[in-house]
């Protein structure tokens, strides 16, 4: 049996400028963020486009079911709770203060219907079940920005082996961060090779998205189309990831595949 993983034991804590309100962990590092006239907008760019696997996959195969590794300021779950009413989410966040600020500050919705929140390790959820997902998103750092066993091989693999036929996993990597092309390495092992590395947002953060079911293959007039129909729905503007992916990105014909 794995040892239980203890609660980290960081401050979390809140500051507020020009309308926005910050979480941070012990640090000036901004964790998550809230726009507090539009909280369920997406204000830092990367939650934006950890978005972007809407681009990939055509309706009727959005997500139904999503899970959360890391809870942060709840954008993501905000979203998606939202804008894609049939999906249910489960949120698996090792620290309950976490939950507590974000529902108290950032408002995330008291809904367990369709947003079930797990105290816990992520990496502990993910080796120890087998409930596969359509939508699989991870973003957990401590306050240094090491994801520690959220970053390993068995980890990656743990997360293919929970998704869905048409199921995509998307990472939240720190460009930044020294150890950044190991990870996009581990990563393309545990895939197959099926991965797109996005170019970094103007934070340092990259993006990746991999899948180990049916393929993708979508052209950058289809995500342009995507993207634009999503900014019209939810405000949720792609368009400026697509630029970036067509001028960064090796693709031929035009289409995305992994």
Not at 6 to 30: C, K, M, Y
Not at 56 to 75: E, T
Not at 211 to 227: C, E, F, H, I, K
Request: glycine share 10%; aromatic share 10%; with cysteine.
């Amino acid at each position: 049996m794995r040892p239980k993983r203890q609660t980290p034991q960081h401050s979390v804590d809140i500051s507020e400028e020009a309308g926005v309100r910050h979480l941070h962990f012990g640090s000036d590092w901004i964790q998550g963020a809230m726009r507090i006239a539009r909280p369920w907008s997406l204000e830092l760019a990367y939650t934006r486009e950890m978005m972007a696997g809407l681009l990939l996959r055509q309706q009727p195969h959005w997500p139904r079911q999503a899970l959360l590794i890391g809870l942060g300021a709840g954008s993501l779950a905000k979203y998606i709770y939202r804008y894609l009413p049939e999906c249910r989410m489960t949120i698996v966040e090792i620290n309950p203060q976490v939950e507590f600020i974000a529902r108290q500050y950032f408002k995330l919705p008291d809904d367990p219907r369709r947003l079930d929140v797990t105290i816990g390790c992520g990496a502990d959820y993910m080796l120890g079940g087998d409930r596969r997902f359509d939508l699989i998103l991870i973003d957990g750092y401590d306050p240094e920005g090491r994801a520690g066993v959220l970053d390993t091989e068995p980890f990656y693999q743990a997360c293919r082996s929970r998704l869905s036929d048409d199921g995509l996993c998307g990472f939240n990597l720190l460009g930044w961060n020294k150890g950044f092309q190991g990870s996009v390495e581990r990563i393309r092992s545990a895939f197959d090779g099926r991965v797109a590395v996005f170019p970094s947002c103007d934070s340092g953060n990259t993006i990746a998205f991999a899948t180990g079911g049916n393929p993708v293959d979508v052209s950058l007039d289809d995500m342009r189309a995507r993207a634009t129909q999503l900014k019209k729905e939810t405000r949720l503007d792609l368009l400026p990831t697509i630029s970036r992916i067509q001028f960064s990105y090796p693709l031929p014909d035009g289409h995305l595949r992994i």
